[in-house]
């Protein structure tokens, strides 16, 4: 392999950390041929730490690891996770949650509301699909955590039932 490909493989990283973090994704993975059995396999993740790695492939070489140095974020206070709050109530997929029905309709629930179990307490579109959350138990919302509109992955908390 080059350098002039060495150097356009990390140009090309650095530009799928940046697609990345401006499309709000977790993780995306290119595959590259440049024939001859010489390939360039990248997979860009992050959590709560954006990483990159590629893989570069040589019909001659093993597997050759080339980090890219990227950003780190600072660590939270303990306790300050609201996952960590008994009542939280975790996203079951992936997508854009949604407080209401329609635009323009009152939320299905607010801060203060009395729930019951099985209530529709938001909607997550994922792959154009309206899913209706229901409220695991019976409580009152204490937190909302989550804005209208905004992206969630599996996990997330989204808000406070006690």
Do not use: C, W
Not at 44 to 53: D, I, L, N, P
Not at 98 to 104: D, H, L, S, T, V
Not at 113 to 127: K, R
């Amino acid at each position: 392999m080059t350098k002039q490909n060495h150097e356009s493989d990390v140009a090309f990283i650095q530009a799928l950390a940046e697609l990345l973090e401006t499309n709000d994704l977790t993780e995306l993975s290119v595959k590259r041929n440049y024939g001859n059995n010489d390939s360039l396999n990248v997979t860009v993740s992050r959590a709560k730490q954006v990483v990159a790695q590629a893989a570069v492939v040589t019909p001659a070489a093993a597997p050759v690891s080339a980090p890219v140095a990227a950003p780190t974020l600072a660590p939270s206070a303990p306790g300050d996770d609201p996952s960590d709050l008994p009542g939280a109530v975790a996203s079951p997929m992936v997508g854009t949650v949604y407080m209401q029905a329609e635009p323009g309709t009152p939320a299905f629930v607010s801060v203060g509301d009395q729930v019951s179990e099985g209530q529709t307490l938001l909607i997550i579109e994922a792959m154009k699909t309206m899913n209706q959350i229901p409220a695991p138990h019976a409580g009152k919302v204490k937190r909302i955590l989550i804005e209208d509109g905004a992206p969630v992955e599996f996990g997330a908390p989204l808000m406070i039932i006690e």
